[in-house]
């Protein structure tokens, strides 16, 4: 039975291109900045998100904390949405490691950050009793919205009230490529107006390990202390590296491909008995979507698709998360809609 992974976007499997690549890869001391395939990548990387710096980190929950822990000081605050990956999934690790506060302002079902909720968080730093504020960070593309994109001019009024306030951008851009593509714009466009910008390497791009953050090179200096203090300084991670630069060379245009897969993805679910969702909503690879209080559960759903080769991740009780990427093909899309309409129509509520 052929299997169709839609759980995350994070199981893709490196190419022959990568494979070879990480055979073929040049070698040094990255610790020591002597490794050449990584410098490679860094600097690919910077050019790409047109900052002045990058450095490469193993995940990108370290890529988000090596930023946190090089904008803030302990004690002081960042502003981020309540469905934040850095809020939600990383272990906590900016208030753990860092003493970093996390003040969460509600996400829109777009992504975004009402600008008023955001200057209404904003700390009076003359104020003794309240932590410092000092960072707001954004996520584009929004894992937990939908893969939702938020466009540049959004990130310009944030810009604008950050400048006003004396903060600093993070861009948890782990899918920055994924808004460009949907946007029609470069990512350098897409991260013009953050400070720091975190991007993964392994998950619509395909490689199997890696992320970068870019910013100014003296932010990077920080980054890359930062990546030590955690443990991330790695030797001859050009190995790695080496499938990243084949990533940015080779996987970002095709991922237009599981942006049209996941829109016929979704138009077909909705179509499906006790899905909700709407499809015009979804603009790049990830299709989240509720179950009706008469459909069956997301586990139940979850379990009868699995039964027949198609995973699905569950993300509450009556939501369920469908990610493409270059795994799934158009046959795929396919099963897994057969596979869903023969779940939903046999089971019971
Ligand atoms: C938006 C976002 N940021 C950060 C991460 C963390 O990446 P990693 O799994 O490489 O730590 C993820 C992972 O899914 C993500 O979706």
Redesign the pocket.
């Known amino acids: 039975m052929r299997i169709v992974d839609l759980r995350?976007d994070?199981v893709t499997l490196p190419t022959p291109a990568m494979r070879q690549a990480i055979f073929d890869g040049e070698l040094g001391d990255d610790v020591m900045g002597e490794d050449p395939t990584v410098n490679r990548l860094e600097a690919m990387a910077a050019e790409r998100l047109a900052k002045e710096a990058a450095v490469y980190v193993p995940?990108?929950?370290m890529a988000?904390l090596v930023c946190l822990l090089s904008h803030c000081a302990r004690g002081e605050e960042a502003i981020m949405g309540h469905m934040a990956?850095t809020f939600l999934f990383e272990a906590g690790g900016s208030a753990a490691v860092g003493g970093i506060h996390p003040r969460t302002v509600p996400n829109q079902s777009d992504g975004t950050l009402d600008l008023d909720d955001v200057e209404a968080a904003i700390r009076d730093p003359n104020n003794p009793h309240y932590p410092r504020t000092r960072l707001i960070c954004l996520?584009n593309t929004h894992?937990r919205c939908s893969g939702a994109v938020l466009t540049p001019s959004y990130m310009a009024q944030v810009r604008s009230l950050a400048d006003r306030y004396g903060l600093e951008i993070h861009l948890?851009g782990?899918?920055v490529f994924n808004a460009a593509i949907a946007l029609g714009v470069s990512a350098a466009a897409v991260a013009r107006d953050a400070d720091s910008v975190s991007f993964?390497l392994?998950?619509g791009l395909s490689a199997p390990v890696g992320?970068l953050v870019c910013g100014s090179a003296e932010f990077v200096r920080q980054a890359r202390r930062q990546r030590k203090v955690l443990g991330g300084g790695m030797r001859q991670a050009g190995v790695l590296a080496a499938a990243g630069i084949v990533a940015l060379e080779t996987m970002v245009d095709r991922l237009a491909e599981d942006h049209t897969n996941a829109r016929r993805l979704a138009e077909g679910l909705v179509q499906l008995p006790g899905v909700l969702l709407d499809p015009a909503r979804i603009q790049t690879n990830i299709v989240i979507f509720e179950l009706a209080p008469d459909a069956p559960s997301a586990a139940g759903v979850a379990v009868g698709m699995a039964a027949h080769g198609v995973k699905v991740g569950v993300v509450g009780p009556r939501r369920i998360r469908v990610v493409t990427h270059y795994g799934v093909g158009s046959d795929d899309i396919d099963q897994a809609l057969t596979v869903a309409k023969a779940v939903l129509e046999a089971s019971p509520a």
Request: glycine fraction near 6%.
């Open positions: 995350s994070t995940s990108g929950t988000n990956h996520e894992n948890d782990a899918r993964c392994s998950k992320s």
